[in-house]
């Protein structure tokens, strides 16, 4: 029921844009594995083999640490509606922060979004898909509003008061290199 491509084909790039949900898995030499469900306007394929997204502040900031001292990194879609479908993204990775080029280069390619911290660039050198036959149907009601709002109101000085609190360290102490 698998199938192994190299390539993220048109197909699949139409599939990744009708999502409202992807999750993204990250794992350092030792300590925690780590997988976070994004949502949002905030992922874009650049072309058959690399893919950008705007990680937004969080409650901690896991797949920064792993990536330093790991870039592997997958990424999963879930079809929930119409045809089964599970994509898997293979590959390796690198952040971006405001003050780098290839953030500059990508954060055009989103809406403006309250909270962005990182621009997490793959190359995608394994495609996987699968059937998704026991993924349960559920209906997309509308995207949550509480991360924008708080992010609002906390202002440019208070978020990165937040980061350098919560966002500095994974959860098992690895560095996040946040500026």
């Known amino acids: 029921m698998a199938k192994r491509g190299t390539e993220i084909t048109e197909e699949l790039q139409e599939f990744i844009r009708n ?12 300590g925690s594995v780590n997988i976070s469900p994004k949502g949002m306007d905030t992922f874009r394929v ?13 409650s901690g900031n896991e797949t920064a640490a792993h990536l330093i ?8 879609f879930c079809s929930f509606s119409d ?45 996987q898909t699968s059937c998704g036959f026991a993924v349960p149907f559920m209906d997309f009601k509308e995207e949550r ?12 000085d208070r978020l990165i008061a937040y980061r350098k609190e919560k966002n500095s360290h994974s959860i098992d102490g690895f560095e996040t290199n946040l500026p």
Do not use: C
């Open 19 to 30: 999502q409202k949900i992807f999750f993204v898995g990250t794992a350092a030499n030792e």
């Open 46 to 58: 650049l072309d058959k083999n690399r893919i950008v997204w705007l990680n937004l502040t969080g």
């Open 69 to 76: 001292k790991n870039n592997r990194m997958t990424i999963m």
């Open 83 to 127: 045809k089964p479908l599970i994509l898997r993204l293979y590959g390796t990775a690198a952040i971006f922060h405001e003050k780098d080029k290839n953030y500059q280069e990508h954060i055009q390619l989103f809406p403006e979004l309250a909270g962005a911290r990182q621009i997490i660039e793959m190359n995608v050198d394994l495609v």
């Open 145 to 156: 509003g509480q991360l924008q709002s708080w992010a609002k109101k906390q202002g440019k």
